[in-house]
């Protein structure tokens, strides 16, 4: 089959390079998943399991990319909840190859039904900002109807996703990130909107829950905006500043068949915008992630037609 391998990770994208790999075999409980489409996230080419399996043996040359749509192909031994020839769309692990190849196997738990009238490119966009704003925001931000949330980098693939789900569920909304940007974090529903680069968040004053992208400064002057008894949630890494008088937490995203059911269905009720900036296709995918100007969402690959 055809495949994205990278063995090299201080060349990140660029090292990445289109390859003839061997076919998985899906294992008990898995899924061998025919990709139709395809999401990366170039941070991933700095974890751990991106280039060692879950003993932490060396597996490179990897295959990238955790964000699936396509269609069962075969079932491993005992797998249960899906056929041969469903349309489903999630996560693959993150110790295995993925989802950059015409090919992926996959643990059934980690996909959902993808119903008919969602294209694959759009739930290919889903699993990792979708569930990572679902959890932010409902599992470990603790979300009430009517809170102030302030959501950095708004105008993003994760950031967009949060204040969308934020404002269908009440919230009062305060976007951050460049100036180009605030147009587009409004139009996801931001009510403000904060230029990073030339504003201080200072002026904001207190918000029951901060939703951190960014880290590193960002997140240490997000600490002192949590009022008492709110939240700050992020997953750039451990707080370096806790909030006074609220909770931090940091998490990474697992997968979960319910939640993926709830943000497509909010996608096919038109309650929930993806956020795709561009669509290339597997030839075309090392291009794509290297482009010579800013892309403003998420890349998605299109394995097949």
């Not at 955790?66 to 069962?72: L, P, S």
Request: hydrophobic letters at 40%; charged letters at 20%.
């Amino acid at each position: 089959m055809k495949a994205i391998a990278v063995t090299d990770q201080a060349a990140g994208t660029a090292g990445m390079m289109l390859e003839e790999r061997p076919q998985p075999e899906p294992a008990g409980n898995d899924v061998l998943v025919e990709v139709h489409a395809s999401g990366f996230t170039p941070g991933e080419l700095t974890w751990p399991g991106t280039w060692t399996d879950r003993l932490g043996r060396d597996r490179r040359p990897s295959i990238p990319g955790h964000e699936v749509a396509g269609v069962v192909s075969a079932l491993g031994y005992g797998t249960r909840g899906l056929s041969v020839g469903q349309r489903v769309f999630g996560l693959a692990e993150w110790t295995r190859d993925g989802t950059l190849a015409e090919y992926v196997a996959v643990e059934a738990r980690n996909l959902a039904p993808l119903p008919g009238d969602v294209d694959f490119t759009v739930g290919a966009s889903l699993p990792i900002s979708g569930l990572t704003a679902w959890q932010g925001l409902f599992v470990h931000g603790r979300f009430e109807a009517g809170q102030s949330v302030l959501v950095h980098g708004a105008a993003g693939g994760v950031g967009s996703m949060v204040t969308q789900l934020a404002r269908e569920s009440g919230a009062y909304v305060i976007g951050t990130g460049r100036a180009a940007d605030r147009q587009t974090a409004l139009d996801f529903g931001a009510k403000e909107f904060v230029d990073l680069d030339n504003e201080a968040l200072e002026d904001i004053g207190g918000v029951d829950l901060v939703f951190d992208v960014i880290g590193g400064d960002i997140g240490k002057q997000s600490a002192g905006l949590v009022r008492a008894g709110g939240m700050l949630v992020t997953i750039a890494g451990p707080p370096e500043v806790q909030p006074t008088e609220g909770l931090a937490v940091d998490f990474v995203v697992e997968a979960d068949r319910t939640q993926l059911g709830e943000v497509v269905q909010r996608v096919r009720d038109g309650r929930l915008q993806t956020n795709i900036a561009q669509v290339a296709d597997l030839d075309e995918a090392v291009a794509a992630f290297n482009p010579t100007e800013r892309v403003k969402g998420k890349t998605i690959i299109r394995v097949r037609p």
